[in-house]
Each structure stands twice: as structure tokens, then as C-alpha cells.
């Protein structure tokens, strides 16, 4: 490989480590941690960021492909390679990830439209002001959060039924191990409310 195709690589590879995965969790999950605090996510959470990651590695060497670039087909194994997978097992893994993540993407474009609606219907908002959630939101929520959740155990167990049970228990120890190792949750410590800024209009000048 020249010089030139590893330092494209490196900006492929730098590209996806850049890129926001989401990794969202649920009320209850971030209720659990701390303020200020850190936790291990949940599996569940790591194979959506597993699945995540091997859609955006495909994009981007689809899109190196299309840039005639070279580099892609080497970004494209980056997961078969890691897991030592067949090529047989990588077009399954790629397939499963693929499938998973336009689900769950459906999914989490549902939620942002029950919260737009419910921002749109707050009239007690204000500008820089969050709006309190209705009885009937929280509850919108809480179904799409459930639904979610077992669409994401359905992905896993399609994954395990798909691998096999000893090339899947590879994969478990990846995603508890690598996977997990390269990400934290972290929660914000919790900050009194600083007092609003006196009006500008109502300070009158010293004589």
C-alpha cells in the first residue's frame, strides 16, 4: 500500500471516529447514573453503536469508491478483519446492521415528531425555555422507547440466529469487550439555576 492510500485511510478511519453515533438510553438508564458520574452502556445500546458504526464505515467507503479514491475496500473489511469473520459472516453481520438501523432510525424519526408536536402545542414555552411534557407525550414516548428497545433485542437475536451460536458468541465478546471499551456514558453534573441578568432597560445610570 503507498503512502498516499494509508493517509487516506487514516482520514476514512478519522472521519468515523468524528462521526456522532447515537447512544441514546432510556429515562430510567440515565436516572441510574450518578450526576456527574459515568457508567458502561447497556448491550443493548452497544450493538446499536456497533451497528451504526458498520453502516457509516460502508457509507464511507462507498463514498471513497465513488470519489475514485482507493482505500475502500480496506475500510470495508475493517470489521471482518477485527471479528475474523467469513466472508459469508461479514455480508450477514453487514446485512443485520444495515436492516437494524434503518428500523431504528424509523423509530427515532417517530420520536422527534411527537416532541416537535409537543413543542409546537406547549403555549407555556418561552424562548430558552424548555417545555414541561404533557401526561400524553411522556406517555407517546415511553411506547416508542419500548418499542425500540424490543427492536433492538429482535436485531440481536436475528444476528444470533443468522451467525450461529459459536461465530455470534465471538461477536458478544467484542461488544462486550472492544466495543464497550471504547465507550462511557457520561452524565452531566447536575447545576443550580444561575439568577436571570438584570434588565437592561430598567439599570439607570450613577449621577
Known amino acids: 500500500m503507498s503512502i498516499i492510500q494509508v493517509i487516506r485511510l487514516r482520514k476514512a478511519f478519522a472521519y468515523l471516529a468524528a462521526a456522532v453515533i447515537p447512544c441514546a438510553l432510556s429515562a ?22 456497533l451497528f451504526r458504526h ?3 464505515t460502508e457509507d464511507a467507503a462507498g463514498e471513497l469508491d465513488t470519489q475514485k ?5 480496506e475500510l470495508r473489511g475493517r470489521f471482518q ?13 453487514k446485512s443485520q446492521a444495515s436492516a ?4 431504528l432510525s424509523d423509530q427515532d424519526a417517530r420520536a422527534i415528531k411527537v416532541v416537535a408536536a409537543a413543542r409546537t402545542q406547549d403555549a407555556s414555552a418561552t424562548p ?10 411522556k406517555g407517546q414516548l415511553d411506547v416508542l422507547e419500548q418499542e425500540r428497545s424490543d427492536m433492538t433485542q429482535a436485531c ?14 465471538d461477536l458478544e ?16 453534573p447536575m447545576t443550580k439555576p444561575t439568577a436571570p441578568l438584570p434588565d437592561p432597560g430598567a439599570v439607570t445610570g450613577g449621577k
Open 81 to 93: 478483519k477485527e471479528l475474523h469473520l467469513s466472508n459469508a459472516d461479514a455480508t450477514k453481520l
Open 54 to 56: 458498520i453502516v457509516a
Open 28 to 49: 430510567q438508564q440515565v436516572a441510574a447514573i450518578p450526576s456527574g458520574g459515568t457508567a458502561a452502556p447497556p448491550t443493548a445500546v452497544l450493538y446499536r453503536m
Open 69 to 73: 479514491k482507493s482505500g475502500g475496500d
Open 156 to 169: 440481536i437475536q436475528a444476528l444470533q440466529s443468522a451467525l450461529g451460536t459459536r461465530t455470534f458468541g
Open 173 to 188: 465478546v467484542y461488544v462486550k469487550t472492544t466495543m464497550a471499551g471504547r465507550t462511557v456514558v457520561i452524565r452531566p
Open 100 to 103: 437494524c438501523t434503518k428500523q
Open 128 to 137: 430558552g425555555q424548555a417545555p414541561v411534557a404533557s401526561a400524553s407525550t
